[in-house]
């Protein structure tokens, strides 16, 4: 994530999450992981299936118990709903 959009992440946790982590009930706080991820969709016997439906998420770090806890990052306004496509070279 770029600085503006670890900062909305973190505006957007700081209005809508408690401060006392969910799993362990620490008030140690939480650490936002740098980039966001995706799932992987796994296809028949578990091969790894490539393409399709981006999902990026934003993880959250509990300091204490080490949780991660993962949040829609569209959803939450840090990346926009449609990833942005890459036309061709102005002089292609
Ligand atoms: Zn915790």
Redesign the pocket.
Known sequence: MDGEQKAKAEAWFNTHLSAV??????H?GFTILPSTVTPIKLGENNSLHMGGEIIPLVGLL??????IRFFSAILMGVTPKELPVRGPAPDA
């Open positions: 982590c969910a799993s362990c009930n620490s140690l509990c300091n204490n118990c080490y949780n």
